[in-house]
């Protein structure tokens, strides 16, 4: 899944002279939290945040530099942004995107095109609706957490077996993280149940299968390894 499916296309940006004033009533108005800085032929040329702007305002407590004059009026967007910001193309996958903003705490990041040019903005709002979407959750069904030997093989076998008692799966995660060593766990979202239900279906898996708990209704049930 590529950034272009999932990025924000519609982006709120700032011009090289817009002024931290106007900047700060256009976040405080529209409650976000970066603007992409554009300079006269749309390419990217900064990246302001909520936290830029707020270390550019004065304090209320203090007298001196009001927004109606002194030096704050004057100051731009150029002057506070961060140059050359982390980017992204359309092109780059959605999991890498997020390894990007977890790695560096950031809340989005600026997509580009070939040339330079902003075409939009993935958050970490984008990257969860992505995450919902691929997960199944959104169109609902049970989950089941199995716990598999990490070699070749179990999980085929195991999506196998649930094909073979006529019910489908709707999505697959695997992970390595917090697992014994040897081990991986694989999470199946089931979609159509045919005439099981997950007790059902479980019990005829159990005996082969390490089940570590299912999720069902919004419930979570921990089963015994």
Known sequence: MLVRDWMTRNVI????KTTVVDAAEVMRSKRIRQFPVIDEQGKLAGIVSDRDIRDAMPSKYLPGDMASGGSLAKLR???????????VTPTTPVDIVASMLQRHKFGGLPVVDAVGRL???ITVADVLRFLCSVSGVARGGPQIAFKLDAKPGPLAALLADI???GVRYASVFTSYDHVD????????RLGHMGEHT????????????SVLFYVEDGRTTLMED
């Not at 060593?181 to 199946?188: E, F, L, M, T």
């Open 181 to 188: 060593p040897g081990c991986r766990h694989a999470y199946v």
């Open 163 to 165: 094909r073979a008692e």
């Open 119 to 121: 075409v939009g903005i």
């Open 77 to 87: 967007a150029s002057d506070i942004m961060t140059s050359e910001p982390l980017t």
């Open 198 to 209: 997950v007790q059902s279906l479980l019990a005829n898996l159990g005996s082969r299968y």
């Open 13 to 16: 940006t700032l011009g090289l």
